[in-house]
């Protein structure tokens, strides 16, 4: 590749908060500082003029379904309908413009809609007509509504956990559902949305994802095309599925070639749902959610792959579920040894639900978790989702944040795309800007988090990934961002000075009413990704 020589820009790193240079040869960061000194030490470098622009380390999303993102990118979007009647209007005018094939859609949400309701079986066919395949899933993907010709093409549906006649498929109802929807779509249309996926992760200056897949979400053949599938952002592979020997999991690891077994391997389902299983009812009634891998199960598995040398993870939700993963962790820990199990870099998905006793165990067990602030803006709040599930008072106790970082938990930040938008300035803002008060990040930390902390998710230990100090890959984006500030979380005191000759670096502004940056270029590894 040669050396790049990038000047005139505002750059985000630590060990040279005032450069307005930077130096890159052979995708390596080589050297940052003055522009002047740049020149002299790399004569023959190609210049690169940023023009004010920042430059900052790329995020990685440690939490995305690539293909499930890609269909709703390029297929039917329901997160935008405001009522019943709206979602219903989107899916006659789809059927209209796309007279032939399954219908897919996801992102609808009923308790934004003044009807607070899902559409019935009876309604969806009416929209699309009697005899088209339609599969709209809930939001969170916990759940879905069927037309009744998909619903009749899946014979075993009747028996599954989860299938009331007229009520919207959940637990292994929803999973055989979601299956046959997604058996109906071809290698073309599976590979374009891929592309929209990643090109839309590129720009917004994503370099790279973990991809969360498994038996119950998108399958194997999808896994296996999109381990096989070209692109500029860099893909990390995760598998939902238990194990119970070393073995399995050695062998699971190389006939499906992942990185982990891991992901949304799942312990409980979601509070839109009332699928995450909780330790005391849903305040409308509807029980205390499901529960689907026990104690036992969890010891096991993580058993298994601490001894394979494999990372293990699990998604979890519900204060009950996260019971169990403590618990099935320290079983494993106490068979194995905490060193064992923490050098591994088990994780846990979402970890909504924690209170202050399961915080010290899992950052003592050294588990990562990968959390999604876009939940606590969709959901949070008073008026908010949670609240109608859970209450007011369990509902301010959601995504606690700051006293996970305090513990010691690692953090990443991701998005869970396509439940909540790959936008990861937004999940930052979010994470600072929490609903509940004492629970946000600093802006750094948050940063730090949707960066480095998304490389040492996916067992990236080397120090410098996620960072622009020499020796680091480089992998960045560009930005057209206003002022840069120094600031701590919006309810915390300051913790350090703002002086600009405190050598701090400045990040964009969080506010509510500051426009976020929009990326002009991303680079992986010294190549561009996407460029404005």
């Not at 299956?179 to 790279?208: E, M, P, S, T």
Request: glycine share 12%; aromatic share 6%.
């Amino acid at each position: 590749m040669g050396t790049q020589l990038l000047i005139g820009g505002r750059f985000y790193s630590s060990s040279a908060p005032d450069a307005t240079a930077m130096a890159v040869t052979d995708g390596t960061v080589v050297w940052l500082g003055a522009e002047k000194p740049g020149r002299a030490l790399h004569p023959g470098a190609e210049i690169i003029d940023l023009d004010g622009a920042f430059v900052a380390p790329a995020f990685v999303d440690p939490h995305v379904h690539v293909t499930a993102l890609g269909l709703r990118l390029t297929g039917l979007d329901l997160a935008r309908a405001t009522s019943l009647r709206d979602c219903l209007d989107a899916v006659r005018a789809y059927a209209a413009a796309h007279p032939d094939g399954a219908i897919l859609g996801d992102g609808w949400d009923e308790t934004r809609w003044p009807e607070g309701r899902p559409p019935t079986v009876d309604e969806i066919d009416a929209a699309a007509g009697p005899d088209r395949h339609v599969y709209l899933a809930r939001v969170d993907v916990h759940s879905a509504v069927a037309s009744s010709a998909l619903l009749d093409a899946v014979p075993e549906l009747g028996a599954a956990t989860g299938y009331t006649r007229g009520e919207p498929v959940r637990a292994a109802a929803h999973h055989l559902v979601r299956a046959a929807a997604l058996a109906a779509i071809g290698l073309g249309q599976r590979d374009r949305a891929r592309r929209a996926a990643l090109d839309a992760a590129a720009a917004h200056g994503v370099a790279a994802v973990h991809e969360c897949a498994g038996p119950d979400i998108s399958g194997r053949v999808d896994l296996a095309e999109l381990r096989a599938f070209e692109h500029g952002v860099e893909v990390r592979t995760y598998w939902g599925e238990a194990v119970h020997t070393a073995d399995l999991a050695r062998e699971l690891i190389a006939e499906l070639g992942v990185d982990g077994l891991a992901g949304d391997l799942f312990v409980d389902g979601s509070l839109g749902s009332h699928t995450a299983w909780l330790r005391e009812p849903y305040v409308d009634g509807s029980g205390s959610g499901l529960g689907y891998l026990d104690v036992d199960a969890i010891a096991t598995h993580v058993r298994a792959c601490t001894e394979a040398g494999v990372q293990a993870g699990f998604h979890v939700i519900g204060d009950a579920a996260m019971d169990a993963a403590v618990a099935g962790f320290e079983r494993a820990a106490a068979e194995l040894g905490g060193p064992a199990v923490a050098a591994r870099g088990h994780r846990v998905e979402h970890a909504e639900m924690l209170d202050g006793g399961q915080i010290a165990r899992l950052a003592a067990l050294g588990v990562i978790a990968s959390v999604q602030p876009g939940f606590d803006a969709a959901w949070g709040g008073a008026d908010g989702m949670y609240a109608a599930r859970l209450g007011a008072e369990r509902a301010a106790a959601m995504n606690p944040f700051a006293a996970m970082a305090a513990a010691g938990i690692p953090l990443a930040i991701g998005s869970d795309a396509p439940v909540t938008a790959l936008h990861p300035w937004a999940a930052i803002r979010a994470a600072v800007r929490h609903r509940s008060a004492g629970s946000g990040l600093s802006p750094r930390a948050a940063f730090a988090a949707a960066t480095r902390g998304g490389w040492r998710a996916g067992g990236v230990r080397d120090g410098v990934s996620g960072t622009l100090t020499p020796g680091a890959p480089a992998s960045y984006a560009v930005w057209d961002a206003g002022e840069l500030v120094v600031a701590a979380a919006a309810d915390a005191v300051q913790r350090w000075s703002t002086d600009p000759r405190s050598r701090v670096p400045g990040l964009p502004s969080l506010s509510d009413d500051a426009p976020l940056p929009k990326c002009l270029r991303t680079v992986h590894r010294g190549a561009v990704i996407h460029e404005a």
